[in-house]
């Protein structure tokens, strides 16, 4: 990285982000101080009501910034506001390899009456396995679109729904871990 003389100008540019249709401008004396930086995009609005967080990357190739995709995450916020009295949550945490990348996937379920630890166990372990043949054969940022286009958590949903019915079915965290060796 060049060394910035202290008193040179500061501007923004604009970065490229493919997987959003928000507009970023960073405010930075050159491109080259901007490589590697973290930005955080509250997509709450262009998704509905659902407080997703988005973290991309940014990386400079010349005078072009882009915008890669680190994470997604729910806000806590918007799962305390969906919990009622008289429901069961299922919670997982797991790292599964996408086609490209290795990724960590968190999911969060609401059933819509209290349930036994072994229907909660079920509904767990058949959304797992859903989950990790769904990424084996795709890559990171088609699951991303696919999480913020809710695709896969009706699906998801969907499979579930034949053990016990569902009242909320979110992926929580979706969060790029490293490249695929």
Known sequence: MKKIKKGTKKQFFEV???ITSTKISLYASAPEELNGKVITIDLTRSLRGRSF????????EGEKLTAEPVSVELAGSYIRRMFRKGVDYVEDSFETACR?????IKFFMLTRNKVSREI???IRNDAREYL?????IRDSKEILTDIMTNKIQKEVSFKVKKIYPLALCEIRVFKILEEKK
């Open 100 to 104: 490209d990348k290795k990724a960590v």
């Open 53 to 60: 967080v988005m973290r991309l990357k940014v990386k400079a």
């Open 120 to 122: 909660i166990k079920k």
């Open 132 to 136: 990790i043949n769904y990424a084996k």
């Open 16 to 18: 490229i982000a493919p």
